[in-house]
């Protein structure tokens, strides 16, 4: 079957720290891979995302890289902000079907 | 980018009776909607996939005749939850995909509302 694993939280750092929050999955075939992040109050939103092996997905100073031989899609940024306070969503999806399987979600907050 | 907006953010209500979720894209055509379901320290299960104008398809161990869902327009779909129970207190999030500048949204493309608090006491 298909699922996600992360890595449970809370995470607290101080600013300017380094962040790895660890994803690995299971699938079948070659899933597409995300990571969402929700503010308080808000919805998911899409941070980044691969959708094959070796893919590196980027954006907002986060990092994700595709590796199929280890199962997984570590999220890592080198230097946090406030503003990163967020709980973080690693997910797969395949594109011959509709469903997302989400982790259970890592909470971090980031102190001044 | 896309908004999905979910009313109520949350709602309390009484053993027995139902209450009523809905699911707006704001400013695109949702064809597509998922409700999600998300239990505390738990990952989101996907309940049901609904499209525009037709019957909503269950994920197996859901009961449809509980979770019953109308998704009449392009921007709306709701969620209602008839004779609730404790064990239905819940976040219910949806998304939606659908039709940006008429064109198809790619499969995985998926806008989240920002989820509904039921608790039923």
Redesign the interface.
Known sequence: GNSVTQMEGPVTLSEEAFLTINCTYTATGYPSLFWYVQYPGEGLQLLLKATKADDKGSNKGFEATYRKETTSFHLEKGSVQVSDSAVYFCALSRYTGNQFYFGTGTSLTVIP | GAV?SQHP?WVICKSGTSVKIECRSLDFQAT?M?W?RQFP????M?MA?SNEGSKATY?QGVEKDKFLINHASLTLSTLTVTSAHPEDSSFY?C?ARGLTDAKPML?????????TRLTVT
């Open positions: 999905v953010s597509t998922f999600y320290k738990q990952s989101l996907l996939t994920e999030i998304s499969l995985n493309e998926q806008y989240f509302g920002p989820g």
